[in-house]
């Protein structure tokens, strides 16, 4: 299918063919027929993307910051590799659009196949969409004057942004009666002008443009006026007083338009900001009116929220009445009611593969626009049977070349960040392998690192690459809840498997794995490694073989300065990452298990009582080994991110050492001390991907055994 793609490294825009996307719970399964280009936000975007990588990161000093402390942890190649895989993964453009449902997840049951629907989604033939991101287009009986049928494809496209104008009035608490003023009218300035006067407003607009200004006066506007005498005229407007709101829906770097606001504001009035304008606040008019100043946050409440937007659940109707999906609505029952006027906005209109051409006509403004349309090839994809829709769709696959080679043939199922920050840059430098296939979720993710790495093909589908014959191993580097499913299915398949941590989230999915691989290994001689990386590093093996002849019982100390994850994180979320215990802490566990050579027999964790949510993820595990040896993890997420992340202690015999974030060791023996050290941090993972590969070319022992990776993943259950 096609999709609008900016390379965010070169800012760079195009319409590629990637994969159809692979439909998630939840989600609901769209063939687009029209989408509206939000011109501000997504020429912000390609603007940025052009600039230079000073440029980027003065617009982005958070992830400066970022970088900084992984330059400090990883050094300076790996940071720059990350950094570099970050800058070049693709941005999808757009976001709202109108169409056909093709499928529909499970656990969706309030649509039905065929239905038309308005969306929050990119530019793509076929988008996959959350359930609170969806809405019907209605279709109205009621004999109501003005009411229509049903509004067409292209009016519904308009559903985000008109969702977008509607949280901007809620958030202005308009009355009726009210005297608003918005400066600004281009495509969401127009919007709010008639949704102001639905609500029973008087409207004064402003532009520098004349065309927009005779066009808001035509769709309803009392007054328009160039921004030079808005002040003057809104004096007489107000009769002295001062307009009760200004909504700005202006897009410029100048403070003007907020400055202005202030001036035409009545005392205790409200200013309510929607558009990318300058942002210095004048204290002293805002301070004598006592001005309400408001940023509109998009859709309304539900934006940016995991819970709502992702996992569908709802806010209640009666406590949260304008969620972003009820605005959605609500803007759509406004253009069935005849009180919204949509095709007098539409300027311009393109086909989805001369989108670069619409993109062009927004950079460099060659002519006056408005509202911008890309149209799909609904026809080539539908036919009518039985007077209704069927749609002809595949979800799979975008095949680029085949080859023939005597290579180990491996198949990536899963690249998030850290797979092609740190898993697939040790694979590409490995000789003798071939990666043949890539698959995501995401089929612009699939295309852009099957391009990348010139493999065969890419996919949305992780079960082509388990039926491909040629291919012999799979990294499997999903989001945790889904490892288990898969390692089982492409054990079943007789593919080597190596599996990011942690194998499983819970005991079913672990006993299941456990079942398959005794079935497995007896008739087989697949390799199957968990991806507990430390216990490979060369660190390790020096700690190791420091102790290698001891006779006492460790005492091991394992200090993770962590830091907090964002609210919402999803490994976070019981059900999809398992929470820091299982899917961090198992690396600890794993590790003394290397050290000791014994499976954990006692184990007690412990929270301080802190309420702060942000000090949620502290902890302090201690084992017990069957040889006497005690291992303490002090897991800390409320820390000082400066300090280094990782700290190993052990002591024995008379014996100590330290690992100091992987980059220095310190072995202590009869009085003197020796000290290694690794140009980078260096946590074993390219060790590791070396094993692996060498184990499936050589044969032999399995570097390590099953009940090891049993028992560090039943123990973080514990």
Request: proline residues 4%.
């Amino acid at each position: 299918m096609k999709q609008v793609i900016l390379d965010y490294k070169t800012g760079k825009l195009e319409v590629s063919e990637v994969p159809v996307p692979k439909i998630k719970p939840g989600n609901i399964l769209v063939k687009t027929v029209c989408s509206v280009i939000s011109a501000g936000t997504e020429s912000h975007k390609v603007h940025l993307a052009r600039k230079t990588l000073i440029g980027k990161a003065w617009n982005r000093p958070d992830q400066v910051k970022k970088v900084i402390r992984t330059f400090h942890d990883r050094g300076s190649i790996e940071t720059l590799s990350l950094v570099k895989e970050r800058l070049a993964t693709p941005q999808p453009l757009g976001y709202s659009c109108s169409g056909i449902v093709l499928a529909i997840a499970q656990d969706v049951n309030d649509f039905k196949i065929g239905d038309s629907v308005a969306c929050a989604a990119p530019h793509a033939e076929i988008v996959c969409v959350p359930r609170n991101l969806c809405v019907k287009i209605p279709y109205n009986n009621l004999p109501t004057k003005n009411n229509r049928k049903q509004i067409n494809f292209d009016e519904a496209a308009f559903v985000t942004i008109g969702a977008i104008a509607i949280q901007s009035v809620r958030e202005a608490n308009v009355q009726l009666g009210e005297k608003i003023a918005v400066i600004g009218l281009g495509l969401l300035g127009q919007l709010i002008v008639q949704l102001l006067k639905a609500s029973g407003c008087e409207v004064i607009g402003s532009d520098l443009d004349e065309r927009r200004l005779t066009l808001a006066s035509e769709l309803g506007a009392d007054i328009t006026v160039h921004p030079n005498l808005l002040e003057k005229f809104s004096q007489q407007f107000s009769h002295g007083n001062g307009v009760d709101a200004v909504i700005i829906t202006a897009d410029t770097k100048s403070n003007q338009p907020l400055e202005l606001a202030g001036k035409i504001s009545r005392q205790k009035g409200k200013v309510i900001v929607v558009g990318r304008v300058g942002m210095k606040v004048p204290r002293e008019i805002f301070y004598l009116k006592e001005l309400e100043l408001k940023v509109s946050r998009s859709y309304g409440p539900g934006r940016y929220d995991k819970e709502y937007e992702e996992k569908g659940v709802d806010y209640p109707f009666a406590y949260v009445r304008w969620t972003e999906n009820r605005n959605m609505e609500a803007f759509l029952s406004l253009l069935t009611s005849g009180r919204l006027k949509i095709d007098r906005l539409i300027t311009h209109r393109f086909q989805i593969h001369e989108a670069q051409k619409a993109y062009d006509l927004i950079l460099k403004r060659s002519e006056p626009f408005l509202a911008v349309l890309l149209d799909y090839d609904f026809e080539s994809n539908t036919k009518n049977v039985n007077g209704g829709t069927k749609l002809i769709w595949h979800e799979g696959s975008v095949r680029i070349a085949r080859s023939n080679s005597n290579q180990i043939i491996l198949g990536l199922i899963g690249c998030g960040n850290f797979a092609r920050g740190v898993l697939i840059p040790k694979i590409k430098k490995l000789p003798g392998v071939k990666i043949k296939a890539v698959s995501t979720q995401s089929g612009l993710n699939a295309r852009n690192i099957s391009q990348k790495l010139h493999c065969d093909y890419c996919t949305t589908d992780f079960r082509e690459i388990l039926e491909d014959p040629d291919i012999q191993a799979v990294v499997v580097a999903t989001r945790h809840d889904t490892h288990a499913s898969i390692t089982v299915q492409a054990l079943k398949a007789e593919k080597h498997v190596f599996v990011e941590k942690p194998l499983a989230i819970n005991i079913k999915e672990l006993d299941l794995i456990k079942k398959t691989w005794q079935e497995v290994s007896r008739n087989s001689g697949v390799c199957l490694m968990v991806g507990f990386n430390r216990r490979f590093s060369p660190h390790a093996k020096k700690l190791y073989d420091h102790f290698y002849q001891r006779l006492a019982p460790f005492i091991m100390q394992y200090r993770i300065n962590a830091g907090p994850l964002p609210e919402g994180h999803w490994l976070l979320d019981p059900q999809q990452g398992g929470g820091r215990i299982i899917g961090e802490i198992c690396h600890f566990i794993d590790f003394f298990q290397f050290l000791t050579g014994l499976e954990p027999k006692v184990v007690c964790a412990q929270q301080p009582n802190d309420i702060n949510e942000a000090n949620r993820d502290n902890y302090l595990i201690t084992l017990k080994f069957n040889d006497g040896s005690i291992g303490v993890i002090s897991y800390i997420s409320s820390g000082d991110p400066a300090m280094p992340k990782e700290l190993v202690e052990v002591f024995s015999g008379g014996r100590s050492a330290a690992i100091y974030d992987f980059k220095k060791t310190e072995l202590y023996a009869n009085g003197r001390k020796k000290t290694f050290k690794t140009r980078s941090q260096d946590k074993g993972h390219k060790d590791e991907i070396a094993i692996f590969f060498n184990n499936i070319r050589d044969g032999g022992e399995l570097p390590v055994n099953f009940d090891s990776y049993y028992h560090t993943t039943i123990t973080s259950f514990k």
